[in-house]
């Protein structure tokens, strides 16, 4: 393993009944059951196509990202369709990704942890900025995504780590809820849920999903490391993933972190878990921008050799904004409090946080409000 703190696992497995599944990793693609198809026209590009071994219908192509890479994914997604505009997913956060990662990947010692990697496109880029990687997803349809995507970019496989898990205080097995294409009618793939605490916070009724069980692990027990970047996109569950690494976020330096943020209205502890975490980072001192889906999609792309330069994080709003901070001095809540209830105004959103202030250490709290 590339960064795993395995004795330290070793003891929580024996203790805990937590297992890790680290998945084997083939350096080229293992031909059995795959079939390149001919290319085709898919939006205004070219793809390769490929039927995986499963009956995955996938595409895959060379990015316009700063370096490329190939990218393999399922043109099911709703998400891909969007990608499809520039070729770039989701363009604000892959140039903030690059402003996080470039210096701190570029002599190749530096390690990203990706949880809920899907297809691998944070993962892949991580890569080909130099990084070493962890990433954790639990779904194996996307994993054989992913496994395509690492076999066309050589060099890569040696610098991965993947973990079939969910990430989760508690120890068990925890069940996931897949989306399901029917046909040729597009779905959010990335919208896979967990039955944790909250139930279902974001993501496809039963009958437009087909169920998938994987055993949880903590990030404090197997990682032990400086970050460039921490990532979570767990839909709805991230107040958990981060509360595993508390270990992580103490003793070591995370320089950058990325989540999507869902609100869970129906759950008032679940929100309190939000709101809890976000005032923690907040104190640790991590400065936050905020991308709406649209911002998103709708930043100025520089041109490919121009992203040193790109000042994405100009175009996106501050988070908690102005107005949140003044809504806290007369109201003498918490202006992380303030910008969830005012900033954060859809369903879900993204969040880009950097660490500013290095010298602040603060227990992390319990997430529970009652």
């Not at 891909?80 to 210096?103: F, G, S």
């Not at 009724?205 to 990532?231: M, P, R, W």
């Not at 501050?318 to 918490?334: E, N």
């Amino acid at each position: 393993a590339l960064f795993l703190h395995s004795s330290h696992f070793e003891l929580t497995q024996s203790e805990s009944g937590r297992r890790l599944q680290l998945l084997r990793i083939a350096p080229e693609l293992e031909r059995t059951g795959w079939t390149l198809e001919e290319p085709m026209k898919h939006f205004s590009r070219e793809v390769d196509r490929w039927t995986s071994p499963s009956g995955q219908t996938l595409h895959t192509f060379t990015t316009n990202t700063e370096p490329r890479f190939v990218f393999a994914y399922n043109p099911l997604d709703n998400d891909m369709a969007r990608m499809a505009k520039t070729w770039v997913l989701e363009p604000a956060l892959t140039l903030a990704w690059h402003d996080a990662t470039r210096t701190c990947c570029r002599d190749g010692s530096g390690l990203v942890v990706d949880v809920g990697g899907n297809f691998g496109w944070y993962t892949l880029y991580s890569i080909a900025l130099g990084c070493r990687v962890l990433v954790i997803e639990p779904v194996p349809a996307w994993l054989e995504i992913l496994k395509l995507g690492v076999s066309l970019n050589p060099g890569f496989a040696s610098r991965l780590e993947i973990a079939g898990n969910v990430v989760y205080p508690q120890a068990g097995n925890f069940t996931l809820r897949v989306p399901k294409p029917s046909g040729k009618r597009p779905m959010y793939l990335g919208m896979t849920y967990m039955k944790g605490s909250a139930g279902m916070i974001k993501g496809y009724s039963n009958g437009e999903t087909y169920k998938h069980v994987a055993s949880s692990i903590q990030i404090d027990d197997v990682v032990d490391s400086d970050l460039c970047l921490f990532k979570a996109d767990v839909e709805g569950y991230e107040a958990q993933v981060f509360h595993t690494a508390q270990r992580l976020f103490t003793e070591h330096r995370v320089a950058a972190i990325q989540l999507e943020m869902t609100k869970s209205p129906k759950d008032k502890e679940q929100t309190c878990a939000s709101i809890k975490m976000l005032e923690h980072l907040h104190s640790l001192g991590y400065k936050f921008k905020i991308a709406h889906h649209n911002a998103v999609d709708n930043v100025i792309m520089p041109p490919v050799g121009k992203w040193i330069n790109s000042h994405v994080l100009d175009q996106l709003n501050d988070f908690p904004s102005l107005a949140a901070y003044r809504r806290a001095k007369r109201s003498g809540r918490s202006p992380m409090r303030e910008a969830y209830d005012s900033d954060f105004v859809t369903f879900s959103t993204n969040l880009v946080g950097y660490r500013l202030n290095w010298t602040t250490v603060a227990a992390w709290p319990n997430l529970r409000c009652s």
